[in-house]
């Protein structure tokens, strides 16, 4: 039953977090703890699933602006190895559960905010910064089973870095690459992907 629940709301989720540039992966793993998935199984098809829907919502906003491939490779640079360390290392539920709840209240704070600061001139960013701030998201990311763009959004826009459009087409892709990193990084993770495919449910999921 939990599975029926999961694909019934799972198209929502993914048009709604694709729309902004996101992968979901945040929404996926709530929505997963909420109807009780095993633990095991929750950050892999997350992850999977966030690099399907954050490779097409880049592959939206490409076409719509000029990628800033510098800022978004600096960010690359740290952030993909910082995720596949996140990655590769445990965690216990309890501390696991509290760290998405923190994550996942990001969302809401977002919403509060005055998104007037968004349409200022954009600045040059600081490539130590920026080197530091993704090497900090990457390695958040592999360790919760995300891809970081629910956390670099907000960096990109308070810092001025990128308009919205731009930050939604740098988060999409920088998703992409770090679930990619993320979930190479779990073994465990690799091998139970592998026993999901032979779950009739989770094909029709991926369908």
């Not at 098809?45 to 490409?62: C, D, E, G, P």
């Not at 596949?84 to 309890?94: K, N, T």
């Not at 740098?170 to 495919?197: D, E, R």
């Amino acid at each position: 039953m939990s599975q029926i629940l999961f694909l019934i709301f799972l198209p929502i989720v993914a048009f709604l977090y694709s729309s902004v540039g996101h992968g979901g992966a945040s929404a996926y793993l709530a929505l997963m703890a909420f109807l009780q998935f095993v633990p095991e199984h929750m950050k892999p098809i997350a992850l999977l699933l966030n690099m399907l829907v954050s490779l097409i919502a880049f592959l939206l906003f490409y076409r719509k602006i000029k990628m800033p491939w510098k800022l978004f490779l600096t960010l690359c640079v740290s952030s993909i190895p910082a995720a596949y360390w996140g990655g590769s290392l445990p965690i216990e539920p309890h501390w696991y559960k509290w760290m998405l709840g923190v994550i996942l209240l990001i969302p809401t704070w977002r919403l509060l905010q005055n998104h007037q600061q968004a349409e200022r001139p954009v600045r040059l960013f600081n490539p130590y910064a920026t080197l530091g701030i993704g090497a900090a998201i990457g390695f958040i990311s592999g360790l919760i089973g995300i891809g970081g763009g629910i956390l670099l959004s907000p960096v990109l826009i308070f810092l001025r870095w990128a308009h919205l459009k731009e930050t939604a087409c740098i988060s999409a892709l920088f998703i992409f690459v770090n679930s990619v990193s993320g979930l190479m990084g779990q073994q465990k993770s690799l091998k139970t992907l592998y026993n999901l495919y032979q779950a009739e449910w989770f094909v029709w999921m991926m369908m």
